[in-house]
């Protein structure tokens, strides 16, 4: 584990004074970070439920038409190997 020293702990009160003054030049708190990458997330999350969705939907179509086909197929395919 390495050492905490005071020259990083004043590193760190530098570092964190000037992104606390860039963010209120911005006008931004914490809280406002913290509720735009927790509404991001709820949108990326909705995105992929929206997305899953319409492939879900796009597959049970397409089977409409696939599967009873391929029984159609199989039954005369089994058909004629019985007939031999």
Same mark, same amino acid.
């Given at each position: 584990? %390495? @050492? ?6 004043? @590193?760190? /009160?530098?570092?964190? $004074? ?7 030049? /911005?006008?931004?708190? %914490?809280?406002? =970070?913290?509720?735009? *990458? $927790?509404?991001?997330?709820?949108? $990326? ?9 319409? =492939?879900?939907?796009?597959? /049970?179509?397409?089977?409409?038409? *696939? *599967? %009873? ?10 058909? @004629?190997?019985?007939? @031999?």
């Amino acid at each position: 584990m %390495p @050492k905490i020293t005071v020259g990083t702990i004043l @590193k760190l /009160l530098i570092l964190s $004074f000037f992104v606390g003054w860039g963010l209120s030049m /911005l006008d931004l708190t %914490p809280l406002d =970070i913290l509720h735009g *990458v $927790f509404d991001r997330m709820d949108d $990326f999350l909705d995105w992929i439920g929206r997305s899953f969705g319409s =492939i879900i939907s796009y597959v /049970l179509v397409g089977a409409m038409i *696939v *599967v %009873p086909i391929w029984l159609l197929l199989l039954a005369i395919d089994w058909s @004629k190997q019985r007939g @031999k």
